[in-house]
């Protein structure tokens, strides 16, 4: 059950945190603090690693993985030249304010939320998990809202540093864990574009899988493909199990019923993309 728990509330806190990258006033705080905002990914990877310090390109191409060195290396550390991780971080907090006040504006109502999401992201064994460990660093904000988006990322981190450990555990490189996972379908190809590999790259990585049985002439998963993946998935419940089962399972659908109305309102904003990168609900669940 703790697995099934792990991927339930996965898919409950994955789209608040995400919104973030898509959110118009995240944009608006974005170009304030000069960053380009033609593209999502200048302003993506300092939201997102600012916790971490003025990160250098390596230490980013291993927290992150699928995403190619050399187009993280197009930004890092370039982001840290147009302002400093501590405004970025002050940024980023405004930026979700400004973003879940739009969306809910009685959020001030969550704190019972915020309670129980800070709860399970206290709970986190740090081993191996630094976007997570770097996110549980920084001070809880005052705010519910603010404290209970802070938690959700932890907890989201938590769950993807936890997914590198799995997808490296089953023999997947970078760009082998984005083709695999096109194969079963998780979502098109093309959506992996801005993960930064090359034509070239891909078609290496495709051939690789190949040779090992994994997927057909045509890219698409064979059944080993397929297992090679649901075991993946598996693992990283299992790996990302231990915050839910330290809550409970009775608090965790508490946390997952007071914060419905904000994921709904996210859901029906139109600010995601209407197809991502994450194939939630492609993978079982685990019994």
């Given at each position: 059950m703790s697995g099934s728990l792990a991927r339930h509330m996965w898919h409950q806190i994955e789209p608040v945190h995400a919104a973030l990258y898509f959110s118009a006033e995240a944009s608006e705080e974005a170009a304030a603090l000069g960053y380009d905002i033609t593209s999502r990914?200048?302003?993506?990877?300092?939201?997102?690693?600012?916790?971490?310090?003025?990160?250098?390109?390596?230490?980013?191409?291993?927290?992150?993985?699928?995403?190619?060195?050399?187009?993280?290396?197009?930004?890092?550390?370039?982001?840290?030249?147009?302002?400093?991780?501590?405004?970025?971080?002050?940024a980023r907090l405004r930026a979700v304010d400004r973003t879940l006040r739009t969306l809910l504006p009685s959020v001030t109502q969550l704190e019972e939320a915020a309670d129980l999401a800070i709860r399970a992201a206290q709970s986190i064994d740090l081993a191996h998990r630094p976007l997570a460990a770097a996110n549980l660093d920084l001070p809880w904000p005052d705010e519910p809202h603010l404290a209970l988006?802070?938690?959700?990322?932890?907890?989201r981190e938590h769950r993807g540093d936890g997914h590198l450990t799995a997808l490296h555990a089953a023999g997947l490189d970078p760009c082998e864990a984005l083709v695999s996972f096109a194969a079963i379908g998780a979502a098109p190809a093309a959506n992996f574009a801005g993960r930064g590999w090359t034509g070239e790259q891909w078609a290496a990585a495709q051939q690789r899988l190949a040779d090992r049985g994994l997927v057909y002439a045509d890219g698409t998963a064979t059944e080993a493909g397929h297992a090679l993946r649901e075991r993946v998935e598996r693992h990283t419940?299992?790996?990302?199990?231990?915050?839910?089962?330290?809550?409970?399972?009775?608090?965790?659908?508490?946390?997952?019923?007071?914060?419905?109305?904000?994921?709904?309102?996210?859901?029906?904003?139109?600010?995601?993309?209407?197809?991502?990168?994450?194939?939630?609900?492609?993978v079982r669940a685990p019994a």
């Open positions: 990914w200048p302003s993506y990877f300092a939201w997102r690693t600012a916790p971490l310090g003025a990160a250098g390109p390596a230490l980013v191409a291993a927290t992150y993985y699928s995403f190619s060195p050399a187009m993280i290396a197009e930004h890092v550390p370039g982001i840290w030249a147009v302002t400093a991780p501590p405004r970025v971080l002050d988006w802070q938690a959700f990322t932890v907890l419940d299992e790996l990302a199990a231990g915050p839910w089962r330290a809550l409970g399972e009775a608090n965790a659908e508490r946390l997952a019923d007071l914060t419905r109305p904000l994921l709904g309102e996210v859901f029906t904003s139109g600010m995601l993309p209407r197809s991502s990168t994450l194939g939630i609900g492609t």
